[in-house]
C-alpha cells in the first residue's frame, strides 16, 4: 500500500552496527507498529505507538528501540545489530473504524546482518 | 497462539472463484474475522473483515456461518496476480496494541 513506506527496501550490515529503518504513512491515522516476519513464521510485533511520543513494547522488544517523533513518521533502531536480527521487518498503521480496527501494512524492509 | 485453521494450499482456475475455507470453532463474542493476504514477501494486505453478517467489498465477500465457527473467503473471479498466502485471523474488535497472530495460512495458486 503506498501509504506507507519504509526505507530503505533492503539493507545489508554488520554485527555490531546502529541501524535505522524508517516509516512514513500518509493515511493520518495515529497508532503504528513495527512487526518481524522470520521465514516460516508469522509476524511478530516490535514496538507500536498510539500516538506521538507514546511507545510501547511488543513482544520482542529486546534489542530495538523506537522513535516516533511525528504523527506520519515511526523510526525502529537496532542499536548493536546481531545476525538474529536478520528478518523482514514490516510498519504498519491502524484505525478504529467502528466496527474493529485494521492494520494496513508498509511493503517491507529486508535486513541481512552478517 | 493462532485460533483458527486453514488448509496449507489450495488450487484455482483462473477466472473461476476461490473460495478459502477457515475454522475458527473457539472464537467468542466480540471476535471479528479478519483476512488478510501476502503476495511473495511483500507487506501483508488486508481483504476484508466482519464480525457476524455477510460482508462484501471491491476485492472479496465473506460469508460467516451463523455460529460463527467458519467462514469463506471468496474471490469471485481469481487472477493469476491472486495467487498468494492468505491469512485468516480472528481478532477482538478494539485491541488495539496486540499483534495480529499471522499462522501458517492458505498458499493459493491460481493456475492459468
Known sequence: DADV????????TKTGKRIMLECSQTKGHDRMYWYRQDPGLGLRL?????DVKDINKGEISDGYS????????????????????????????????????????GPGTRLLVL | DAKTTQPTSMDCAEGRAANLPCNHSTISGNEYVYWYRQIHSQGPQYIIHGLK????????????????????????HATLRDTAVYYCIVRVAENYGQNFVFGPGTRLSVLP
Open chain 1, 5 to 12: 513506506t519504509q526505507t530503505p527496501r533492503n539493507r545489508i
Open chain 1, 46 to 50: 516490535i514496538y507500536y505507538s498510539f
Open chain 1, 66 to 105: 523506537v522513535s516516533r517523533q511525528a504523527q506520519a513518521k515511526f523510526s525502529l533502531s537496532l542499536e548493536s545489530a546481531i545476525p538474529n536480527q536478520t528478518a523482514l521487518y514490516f510498519c504498519a498503521t491502524s484505525v478504529g473504524q467502528g466496527k474493529g480496527e485494521t492494520q494496513y501494512f
Open chain 2, 53 to 76: 453478517n455477510n460482508e462484501t467489498n471491491e476485492m472479496a465477500s465473506l460469508i460467516i456461518t451463523e455460529d460463527r465457527k467458519s467462514s469463506t473467503l471468496i474471490l469471485p
